[in-house]
């Protein structure tokens, strides 16, 4: 016997929908690169998407049609993720921080037809448009006055397109599993890979991670997603914040810690989420200003591990509590959140530092297992690392446009190794490949970074598996220190003994400027490690180590 209830597919226009019918005069905020601060509400970005989805149609975007956007966090990008995905068409989020080869060859596999990019990517554009043949029309996100003067063909201007176009379009009833957005993952080896979320599963992320065990977000805070808009659709806040009803504040192209600390002051930011190096610039900033954010409760950290030093002093400084979240492109992103329990309230302050720092637990859609070499599910005793596994609403069956799922008994390999414990949190331990194996044992990489970083003069570290001829591979930390700091090699070593294995202690430092970053905002090891090519393990060798 079927159940009786009505059934309303799960799309994502409903979302702009219900904000504007229930917090319409509710506030979005962004900063843009023509100057001003943009201020509007619901109800306008809900009218201005009709009128973009209506303009897109115009320009041949079709249910299934790829329209690319090159864009920072912001109100026009906000109305496109709306919009395009509304008519039925796929918003594609390519970012834009990657190498210009990797833009065009990303743009043509997924066969984008009309492309919107921001100023701050005209020259961008102009570079790569002759290596775009799919791409039809290229939108401009800005107004006539701001027009870059462009040498492409089939330039178009955001705002008249908008200008042109009645209010009085109707969303059409899409399929929920039909597919809303594309996104790619960073793909360190080999070609990217597309990841084609549905509505169904992009509206589940949504309802799912903004529960008061994940995100706990609600029509009271004012939310900053400083996370971009083209990584993992900013986490699933502009989905989340519609749902809830909270203000949103943009905060367009500078993530720098003085830029984020003013917008947040100013437009009294309750709730933000980004990558550590993100957060370390923020910290930065508020220590040498000496200044506070009161209205700040909570900042979701993911994307990369969390130094716990960071976590310890945004909360003792500041009183800001840094949130652990892991997700993944393949996730939606997310996989878990770190929130307490009930039965571990009472616990010290120190035992509840110790879960707060790992990566958290699964929302209700994700389920987590860790496996040995052979497959076998490994104990869920916070000890035991094992390959970590995950399937659930919000996870990838198969990438855009290749036949082979990688999916292995319904489960999907994340890469990623961790424990499990009996109360569902997850600790990662290492990526995989990051692992560092040394005489049979494993050494944590993540380990050895967050206890450099707990060294005062520290800013940033890695810990990098380098050959060795008696011990497969050892550790060399790889460290950029503070402004102004000076630390020698033993000084930094001298921070390890007590905190892990001896035979898990560094043997080398090497100090450079600043670290590598991806274009997702994770530290690159594949750079780190062509700059130390020419390395060699100092003379003589290390001494034995107990392993
Ligand atoms: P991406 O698909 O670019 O978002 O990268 C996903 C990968 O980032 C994961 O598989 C992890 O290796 C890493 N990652 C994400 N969040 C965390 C976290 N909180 N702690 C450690 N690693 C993380």
Redesign the pocket.
């Known amino acids: 016997m079927q159940g009786q209830m009505m059934t309303l597919p799960l799309t994502l226009a409903s979302l702009l929908e219900h904000a504007e019918r229930y917090h319409g005069d509710t506030e979005i905020v962004s900063c843009t690169l023509e100057g001003p601060v943009h201020r509007y509400t619901y109800a306008d970005a809900h009218r201005r998407a009709r009128q973009a989805a209506s303009a897109l149609t115009r320009l041949g975007a079709r249910p299934g049609s790829r329209v690319g956007t090159l864009a920072w966090n912001g109100f026009r990008h906000f109305e496109l993720y709306y919009a395009i995905s509304g008519t039925g068409a796929i918003t594609h989020t390519v970012n834009p921080r990657l190498f210009p080869e990797q833009i065009s060859w990303i743009i043509g596999d997924a066969a984008d037809e009309v492309v919107c990019f921001d100023l701050s990517f005209a020259s961008l554009v102009e570079t790569i448009a002759k290596d775009c043949p799919s791409v039809k029309h290229w939108v401009a996100m800005t107004d006539r006055a701001h027009m870059p003067a462009l040498q492409i063909a089939n330039l178009l201007c955001y705002e008249e397109l908008l200008a042109a176009e009645s209010e009085h379009f109707s969303w059409p009833r899409l399929d929920e599993q039909s597919a809303a957005t594309l996104c790619y993952?960073?793909g360190t080896t080999g070609n990217p890979k597309g990841v084609l979320y549905s509505h169904r599963a992009t509206l589940l992320h949504t309802l799912s991670s903004s529960l008061p065990d994940a995100l706990a977000l609600s029509g009271r805070d004012v939310l900053a997603p400083v996370v971009p808009m083209f990584?993992?659709n900013a986490w699933g806040l502009p989905y989340s914040a519609p749902l809830v009803g909270a203000k949103l504040v943009f905060p367009g192209a500078n993530l720098d810690g003085e830029s984020i600390f003013k917008l947040f002051e100013r437009e009294g930011v309750t709730f933000s989420a980004g990558v550590p190096t993100v957060w370390l610039s923020l910290q930065q900033y508020m220590r040498q200003h000496c200044v506070r954010l009161p209205a700040l409760q909570r900042m979701v950290?993911?994307?990369?591990?969390?130094p716990p030093a960071l976590m310890r002093s945004f909360e003792q400084e500041f009183g800001i509590r840094l949130q652990?979240?892991?997700?993944?492109?393949?996730l939606s992103?997310t996989g878990t959140v770190n929130t307490l329990k009930a039965s571990q309230l009472p616990l010290d302050e120190e035992a509840r530092f110790a879960i707060g720092v790992k990566?958290g637990r699964p929302p209700f859609g994700v389920e987590l297992k860790t496996v040995d070499d052979e497959g076998n599910e490994l104990p869920r005793d916070g000890k035991t690392a094992g390959a970590l596994m995950v399937r659930g609403h919000w996870v990838i069956e198969r990438y855009f446009g290749l036949e082979k799922s990688p999916l292995v008994d319904g489960w999907f390999p994340?890469?990623?190794v961790a424990t499990l414990d009996a109360d569902g949190f997850m600790q990662?331990t290492d990526?995989a490949k990051d692992v560092i194996k040394s005489g049979g044992e494993w050494i944590s990489s993540?380990d050895l970074e967050n206890i450099a970083m707990s060294h005062p003069a520290v800013a940033e570290a890695a810990a990098l598996g380098i050959a060795h001829p008696k011990w497969d591979e050892r550790p060399l930390l790889v460290v950029a220190l503070k402004p102004g700091q000076a630390v020698s090699r033993d000084e930094v070593l001298a921070h390890y003994p007590g905190k892990v294995a001896r035979f898990c202690i560094p043997d080398d430092v090497v100090f450079i400027e600043a670290l590598p970053h991806t274009a997702?905002g994770?530290v690159s090891k594949v750079l780190l490690r062509e700059h130390l090519r020419d390395y060699r393990w100092p003379a003589p060798q290390r001494p034995e180590v107990a392993s």
């Open positions: 993952t960073s990584h993992v950290v993911g994307g990369a591990a969390c652990h979240a892991w997700g993944m492109t393949e992103p990566q994340t890469g990623d990662i990526r993540i997702t994770k």
